[in-house]
């Protein structure tokens, strides 16, 4: 059994001791895990997030941290100082961020309470640490890649063109603003799809699923919209984007495609005033 540090691993049960539970942390040796569950006994095998402290002591946790190594996340400065700051990634001990991580431009922005977009990494000794210099970590060029495939997103900074994303925290994206229909916030992590692959590797994504493929989870919600207002919604095809948007939180593509597919299910009328749900409490 081996133990990769900064990531989920299912380790067995060594012993106990007045400290907490030793596991089998294979070539890495015995891990602590300081808080024991109630009925733990030597020979189970726990899922833990397995990290060094900076003492240099292997330790598991139960729980499972904000962020793992090799990933991108959106996370709090609890304190700085002349080394560094500490951000909050949901165990005991802060995680490290030294200042030659921190771009010179975002420097004026880590102050307690602020949130950074950082890369989680293993540092020379071994230790959980985070980046702002994402573009060390991410690559342009996306191999592997076909229309329609569904992805990870954190979204990035604007640009001229829509938003930059990461993919899979592991490659650059870009959401032109074409295919932005609803508010996105830095950090935020959504679902995305690739679009048309392009020939330099690039991806170019959209948050919304391809063709027919969101009408069944779109039309749940456009039904229960109706439900809310009685049954019936001034709104039709031909209605404005924004108000389209506004009542359901879709394009106005998504939106007809929806009314087709509900229509021919006989779910809905199509009246000149609007949209009248079928059997409607």
């Known amino acids: 059994m081996t133990t990769t540090l900064g990531t989920l691993n299912d380790l067995k ?34 899922e833990v997030f397995a990290y060094r402290e900076d003492e240099g002591r292997l330790v598991a946790s139960l729980r499972r941290p904000l962020a793992l190594g090799g990933e991108v996340a959106f996370l709090k400065v609890v304190s700085v100082n002349p080394a560094g700051a500490y951000l909050h990634w949901g165990l005991p001990q802060d995680l490290f961020m030294p200042w030659k991580e921190v771009r010179h431009e975002q420097r004026r922005l880590v102050k307690p309470g602020n949130k950074v977009l950082v890369f989680l990494f293993s540092d020379e000794a071994g230790h959980m640490a985070a980046s702002t210099r994402l573009s060390d970590f991410l690559v342009d060029a996306a191999e592997g890649f ?3 495939d569904k992805v990870s997103l954190v979204i990035g900074d604007r640009t001229d063109l829509g938003v930059r994303v990461i993919v899979n925290h592991r490659y650059w994206g870009m959401v032109h603003a ?10 935020e992590t959504r679902e995305g799809w ?4 392009r020939a330099d590797l690039k991806l170019s994504l959209s948050l919304s699923a391809p063709g027919y493929a969101k009408v069944d989870a779109v039309a749940q919600g456009l039904l229960d919209t ?3 207002h009685g049954g019936f919604l001034a709104v039709t095809d031909k209605s404005a984007p924004d108000r389209i948007y506004a009542l359901f939180g879709i394009s106005k ?10 229509y ?13 749900m079928l059997n409607a409490p």
């Open 13 to 46: 049960v060594l012993r106990l001791g007045p400290d907490g539970a030793f596991l089998d942390g294979g070539f890495e040796g015995p891990v602590l895990l300081p808080q024991v569950p109630e009925g733990l006994e030597p020979g189970q095998v726990l």
């Open 146 to 148: 076909r229309e329609g």
């Open 178 to 187: 074409s295919d932005l229909f609803s508010p996105v916030s830095r950090g």
């Open 194 to 197: 690739v679009k048309a692959p």
């Open 226 to 228: 109706l439900k809310r």
């Open 253 to 262: 593509k998504v939106f007809k495609q929806t009314l087709g597919a509900l």
């Open 264 to 276: 021919k299910q006989r779910r809905i009328a199509l009246e000149a005033g609007g949209i009248r």
